[in-house]
């Protein structure tokens, strides 16, 4: 766990359960076909909705975040760091993952399977498909805006298990589903 990380403090921690917060990165710029996907930066829409969400996420406390791990690609990085700035949390606590970055659902699983049961409340800024086929597996209800994990969408779970190893499919008691079009 990392010191500072404070987001959230104002509610009580049960420890029957772990929180996994799942933040599909923000819109990002196409304009420019050479270069690489990797280093794809947000574009004006993404930079808008970021910050948007990280105001709303503040708002809608919910547990103490102790560990923030992102996808080094351009356009998570840049999310998570805004996301962070918004909850008043030091963007120097964000753990970069490589994994994140085009983890399948089988890899995205083995991450949060192997976090450590210190953490109570962990939040992932990564990429879809993977991201929404996590959600959807963790909680079968889970449908996103109808379509799909949008872009700057967060999925907040609450997960019935004690140790992050015992993470499975329908595991997610509850699921609370935000992004951009709806704030």
Same mark, same amino acid.
Request: aromatic content about 8%; glycine content about 8%; overall charge negative.
């Given at each position: 766990?990392?010191?500072?990380?404070?987001?959230?403090?104002?509610?009580p921690?049960?420890?029957?359960?772990?929180?996994?917060?799942?933040?599909?990165? +923000?819109?990002?710029?196409?304009?420019? %076909?050479?270069?690489?996907?990797?280093?794809?930066p947000?574009? $004006?829409?993404?930079?808008?909705? $970021?910050?948007?969400?990280?105001v709303?996420?503040k708002a809608?406390s919910?547990l103490?975040v102790?560990r923030?791990?992102?996808?080094? *690609?351009?356009?998570?990085?840049?999310? *998570?760091? @805004?996301i962070a700035?918004a909850?008043?949390? +030091?963007?120097?606590? @964000? =753990?970069?993952?490589?994994? @994140?970055?085009? +983890?399948?659902?089988?890899?995205?699983?083995?991450? %949060?399977?192997?976090?450590?049961?210190? *953490?109570?409340h962990? %939040?992932?800024?990564?990429?879809?498909p993977?991201f929404e086929?996590?959600?959807s597996?963790?909680n079968?209800?889970?449908?996103?805006?109808?379509?799909?994990?949008?872009?700057?969408? %967060? *999925?907040?779970?609450?997960? $019935?298990i004690?140790?992050?190893?015992? $993470?499975? =499919?329908?595991c997610?008691?509850?699921?609370?589903?935000?992004y951009p079009k @709806?704030?």
């Amino acid at each position: 766990m990392h010191e500072g990380l404070q987001w959230g403090a104002d509610r009580p921690r049960t420890h029957d359960m772990k929180q996994l917060t799942l933040i599909r990165h +923000a819109k990002s710029s196409w304009s420019d %076909v050479s270069m690489g996907d990797f280093d794809r930066p947000l574009n $004006a829409r993404g930079l808008r909705d $970021a910050p948007r969400m990280g105001v709303h996420l503040k708002a809608a406390s919910l547990l103490p975040v102790d560990r923030m791990l992102s996808s080094p *690609a351009c356009r998570a990085k840049t999310t *998570a760091e @805004i996301i962070a700035e918004a909850l008043g949390l +030091a963007t120097e606590s @964000i =753990e970069f993952e490589r994994r @994140i970055y085009e +983890a399948s659902l089988r890899g995205l699983f083995e991450l %949060v399977r192997g976090l450590d049961d210190e *953490a109570g409340h962990v %939040v992932l800024f990564g990429h879809n498909p993977g991201f929404e086929q996590l959600a959807s597996a963790l909680n079968p209800n889970f449908e996103g805006d109808g379509e799909k994990f949008p872009t700057c969408g %967060v *999925a907040n779970m609450d997960l $019935a298990i004690d140790s992050w190893g015992e $993470a499975r =499919e329908g595991c997610a008691a509850e699921c609370r589903f935000y992004y951009p079009k @709806i704030l």
